[in-house]
């Protein structure tokens, strides 16, 4: 993939809009300088003196973060969000990209999904990495919120020219009725979906597991990634990508298969997020007319420029994959 290619794709992908469906997520740090740190009079513990805090969407969020950042000429979220001050937070950061939010909806009943990691450093210049403090609903949708998704996700599909999906969380925005819409969508209009326990569930969609996913989705019979593919685009009736990390990824129409390779990244690499810009950039490339394989080889391409943003989960601009492919 040359940079005249990809210059050619850029523009093309400069008229597309996307629409993305998912669990917005706000990503908090807390970074905390241990050697400011004062032994507690009323616990025998020493407390973390956070000296930073930086905030960044996560989930269904950092698919949109990566859809903006790519140039498209319109993204289309529609999510939930909590009247809390994770919701608030996460509102703010939709400031820093190009989205139309009308399709982000409140609801005083939710959590704002949020993955809180507390970060601490002392004398030497290792981080180390608390566990994290994570924010997530514990129960269903509301009919009444189901129903405003679903008239909100029909309004953005008559806009957009695909749609990504990041379906992950047990209780989270992609309910049955709504994944019952998008498969329906997915016979008329590109419908990419990443999903880690609900691929199964999809039909006339392209999905993009990874091989263990996509293993599972089978019954975890199969230990080839080109087989799985195909019998997956049996069950589906749709492409399927098959994403092999570092390896590269398989894309599968029907019975042929193709692997499609990664970009080298050197160490120290973060993959955190990694997924999230693969979903889209491959939806935004397809949308802009890239056949699979080589829609597949961008969504490589500019998730080799995130893994090598380290303690975040980062975006790709057109700039910067047009710097890795020169490297390359």
Known sequence: MNKEYLNDLFSRIADVTVCVVGDVCLDIYWHADMKKSVL????????????????????????????????????LPVSVLGA?????????????????????ITDETRVTPCYAKPLRQGISDVVYED????????????????????????????????????????????????????????KTMPVIVDSRDRIALYDNVIIKPN??????????????????????????????????GDKGAVWCEGKNAVFVRSTPAEPPVDPVGAGDTFLAAFAA???????GPEAVEFANLAAGVTVKKIGTTGTATESEILQLTIKN
């Open 285 to 291: 490339a397809y949308a802009a007319g890239a056949a």
């Open 84 to 104: 809390d001050w994770r919701g608030y937070l996460a509102r703010e950061c939709f400031k820093n990209i190009s989205a139309n939010a009308a399709g982000l």
């Open 40 to 75: 507690s009079r009323e616990t025998p513990h020493f407390p973390l003196p956070v000296t930073e805090e930086r905030y960044s969407l996560g989930g269904g969020g950092n698919v949109m973060a990566n859809v903006s950042a790519l140039g498209v000429k319109a993204v």
């Open 131 to 186: 566990p994290r403090l994570d924010f997530e609903n514990r129960s269903p949708l509301t009919e009444r919120t189901e129903n405003e998704i679903l008239a909100a996700l029909d309004k953005a599909a008559a806009r957009a020219d695909a749609i990504a999906v990041s379906d992950q969380l047990e209780y989270g925005v992609v309910t049955p009725r709504i994944r019952e819409m998008l498969c329906e969508l997915g």
């Open 211 to 244: 091989e263990f996913e996509a293993a599972g989705a089978l019954g975890g019979g199969f230990s080839d990634p080109a087989a799985a593919a195909k019998a997956l685009s049996a069950k589906t009736g749709a492409p399927v990508i098959v994403t092999l």
